[in-house]
């Protein structure tokens, strides 16, 4: 039983910073791929970062690409996802997720099985 657990959301002004971790237990391989997912209100679920577990492999999207960082606490299982320089637009439910394969790009959220229950971020003007 795979359980991923986020924390680390809150209201932010529009400049600020935030970081959200993701707490995972039940990963016996730890070779996955460990994503961060974003929706808004009225929004489909978008890609916002991804890293390799073991390899430490990123990946990002555009709109976050050098205001994010994503890593990862091996010895705690926690990945983390250090959102700088933020915008009204990165307001949404952040969400991370893990495949049960490692063989996969990271981009899409049909490539992964388990979720979080996801953690708000707001960012006001």
């Known amino acids: 039983q795979v359980q991923l657990v986020e924390s680390g959301g809150g209201l932010v002004q529009v400049g600020g910073s935030l970081r959200l971790s993701c707490a995972a237990s039940g990963l016996t391989f730890v070779d996955y791929y460990m994503g961060w997912f974003r929706q808004a209100p009225g929004k489909e679920r978008e890609f916002v970062a991804a890293i390799r577990w073991t390899v430490g492999a990123t990946a990002y999207a555009d709109p976050v690409k050098g205001r994010f960082t994503i890593s990862r606490d091996i010895t705690r299982n926690t990945v983390y996802l250090q959102m700088n320089s933020l915008k009204p637009e990165d307001t949404a439910v952040y969400y991370c997720?893990?495949?049960?394969?490692?063989?996969?790009?990271?981009?899409?959220?049909?490539?992964?099985?388990?979720w979080g229950q996801g953690t708000q971020v707001t960012v006001s003007a």
């Open positions: 997720a893990v495949p049960r394969r490692s063989n996969i790009v990271p981009i899409s959220a049909l490539a992964y099985d388990d």
